[in-house]
Each structure stands twice: as C-alpha cells, then as structure tokens.
C-alpha cells in the first residue's frame, strides 16, 4: 500500500493527479483499481472525476511494478504482459488458454488474457510485431470469470471457430457454486434474456418483449455443502451474462457474484469474482480438410479451487 498526501496548487481531478504521479497508470488501470476497491481518498472510495486539494491522503492498494513507469517495455502492448497465458493445446491453427478469473480478456489495459496470449507465442517464436496477422479471440469470458477460451491463429481458423460458435455447435460446460440448492437438483432453465444496456445488466423474462432473446441453460447439481451447492452447467444458447442471470432468476445465484448475487454472502464468505468456470470446450466435426485434427476435440481446465472445497465442506 502506498500513502501519498496531495500537494497541489490548484484542485485537481483524481485521476490525472495520479495519473501524473505514477506515469505507467492509465484510465483503464485506474478505472479497474477502483472497481476493485484499491483507491481510497481521504479514506473513502471516491468517484476518478473528484477534484483533490492540498492535504488530501491517497490511499493506493496497487502493486509497485504498476506504479513504476521505467519497467514499461516500449512498444506493443503485449509486451508488458504480467506472464505469458497458461496454454492448455497449441497448434497450428489453435491456442486454447486457460484465464484466471479477474483478468479482462482484452481492453486498454496490457495485462490481458491476449496479450499474455501474444507474449506466450512470442516467447514460442509463433508471433511477433512484423506478424501479418493477430491471433484473434473467438469468444469472450467477464472479467471475473476464469476458464478456457479460444484464440484463432490464422484468419482461416477465425472464420471457421467463429461460425462454430455462431452456430452453437462448440459445446459449453461451466462449473460453478451456487448460493441456495436448485430445486429440482437437474434441469433445464428456459426464458428470454433482455439487456440493459444503461445499467450493464440483464433480466429472464417468462415471455418474449422486443428486444429479448430465447436462452436455454442446462444444469446437474453435482455436490451440496450446506448453503451452497456445485453445479455442472451446459450453454445450450450463449448470451450475455447467461449463467449469471439464469441461476439468479431462481434463487440461486452465483456465489461471489457482485451484479446478480447475494452480496452479504459474498462479504462472509470473501469471494472477490465469481465462483463459475469455463471448464471445458468440446469442438464439432469439422468438414474443411484443414481442420481435420482439431474435430470432435475437448479441452478441460484445471478444476477451481472451489470444487474440492465443496466436495469435502470447507466452503459451505
């Protein structure tokens, strides 16, 4: 933790103080530390527009490699990446990576699951700046989602995994923990998904209303542990928020899930993103001859540290 009282001559907007302090900070580091609660001012999170004086004391819970501009690498920003991305399968057409959760997969930031992603095939002599083409995310995960994601590595597999996924034919299972027991323990949830997009939220509506689109989540409860229980799910659709709404919608939301959960349940418990994984990836049968290898293969992640905790009642 670093405290830095302000000496200023004239009041001064928070984020550009800091911003002239720590020159390796940036709009996208400082929105995200104070999303995280790392930027307290006068004891207080405060919004980044708030003016400073003279005397202010700035609280900063950030790590010094982020604060010290001299141990920025000129260039792209791939390379300065925190480490290279922790690779599940590589191959010449795929990159199949596994994101920790509360990492963005992309942004303005440079510590992002592909730029670690660039920095890994760097590192492998597969990619640099003089590369004609950037390997490219085929899907996304939230931030505080961890798990495997796709990423193309040359535009002919873009293509092909984005129609994939477009057809819903790259199949989806997650692992998470739920606050509250589904009732009944396996089933499938239905509705229509609305967006908000003012509030960055979604809603599951029983019926259709402009704008809303058909989702369909299958889960199986796998384990209980007194309030909570684990659950294998499957995206049948692939929205926005999906797993996160649905399971909010009967009750049982997402543990350590700040938009859509319980969030005195969070407090007591201490998660910090939620408990829900992209656990594994399972790919079609693919026509084209180039992309012989990769049909019908499945990835799996590392199991989270959440799933042991309730298969033996550490986390309950």
Known sequence: MKIIKVKCLAPTRLDNYLMQQFPALNPGRLNKALRENKIKLNGKKQPLSTRVMAGDEIKLFILDDQLEANQR????????????????????????????????????????????????????????????????????????????????????????????????????????????????????????????????????????????????????????????????????TGRTHQIRAHMASIGCPILGDSKYGNNAANRELKLKYQALCAWELVLPNFTQPDFASLSGKSFRAPKPWYYSQILDGTLK
């Open 73 to 236: 690498v000129e260039g792209p920003a791939w390379k300065n990446a925190r480490c290279p991305a922790e690779v599940v399968y590589n191959s010449p057409q795929l990159l199949v990576v596994n994101k920790p959760a509360g990492l963005p997969v992309d942004g303005p930031e440079d510590d992002t699951l592909l730029n670690r992603a660039l920095l890994y095939l760097s590192k492998e002599n597969e990619y640099s700046e003089e590369s004609l083409y950037q390997p490219a995310l085929c899907h996304r995960l939230d931030t505080g989602t961890s798990g495997l994601v796709l990423i193309a590595k040359t535009p002919e597999a873009e293509q092909v995994l984005l129609e994939a996924i477009k057809e819903r034919q790259v199949r989806k299972t997650y692992l998470c923990v739920t606050f509250g027991r589904p009732l009944p323990p396996d089933g499938t949830l239905g509705g229509y998904l609305l967006k908000d997009a003012d509030r960055g939220l979604v809603r599951i509506l029983e019926e259709q209303k402009p704008g809303a689109k058909e989702v369909r989540t299958e889960y199986e409860t796998l384990a209980v542990s007194g309030r909570l229980a684990l659950l294998k799910v499957r995206l049948i």
